[in-house]
C-alpha cells in the first residue's frame, strides 16, 4: 500500500472543488449520483439550468481521479521489464509524442508511458485556460 500513495509514483493527490462553488456544488451532485446505483445515463445527463461545460469538467477530473487511484493499485505489476511496450493487445501500439522532449512518435514501457500520460492530463486539468475555476466576471452578472 506504501507504493500506492508514494507522491513520486503513480498516485497524485485528487484535484479537490472549493467548497461553497458550483463547481463544488456539482461534483457533490455527479458523487450523489454515481454512489446511488442510479441509471448511468441520468447520472451524467446535465442539471436543469447547469451550464454544461462545468458539468462536463467537473465529470473529468473525477474520471482522472478514479483512473489515478486504479492505476496506482495494479502499477507494481506492471514494471519496465514486465511491460516494456504501451499496448492496447496484440494488434495496437502507444507511442509518446508531446512535441516537447518527445518529438516523435516514441515506443516506451508501459510504465513511463502511464506516466507522462498521467502527468500530462494532471497539467490539463490544472490549466485554468482548459478547466477555469474561478467564477468570471461575466458569469457573475
Known amino acids: 500500500l506504501k507504493q500506492v500513495f508514494n507522491k513520486d509514483k503513480t498516485f497524485r493527490p485528487k484535484r ?4 461553497g462553488t458550483q463547481r463544488f456544488e456539482l461534483h457533490k451532485r455527479a458523487q450523489a ?3 446511488s446505483g442510479v441509471d448511468l445515463r441520468a447520472a451524467v445527463q446535465l442539471p436543469s439550468g447547469e451550464d454544461q461545460n462545468d458539468w462536463v469538467a467537473v465529470h473529468v ?10 492505476y496506482g493499485t495494479i502499477c507494481e505489476f506492471c514494471t519496465e521489464r514486465s511491460c516494456p511496450v504501451m499496448s492496447g493487445g496484440p494488434k495496437y501500439e502507444y507511442r509518446w509524442q508531446d512535441n516537447v522532449k518527445y518529438k516523435k512518435p516514441t515506443a516506451l514501457p508501459a ?8 502527468d500530462w492530463i494532471e497539467v490539463q486539468i490544472n490549466n485554468e ?7 468570471s466576471k461575466c458569469e457573475e452578472e
Open 129 to 135: 485556460n482548459i478547466f477555469p475555476t474561478r467564477v
Open 61 to 70: 477530473v473525477d474520471f482522472f481521479n478514479r483512473i489515478n487511484l486504479i
Open 111 to 118: 510504465p513511463q508511458y502511464m506516466n507522462l500520460l498521467m
Open 33 to 35: 449520483s454515481l454512489n
Open 16 to 19: 479537490k472543488f472549493e467548497p
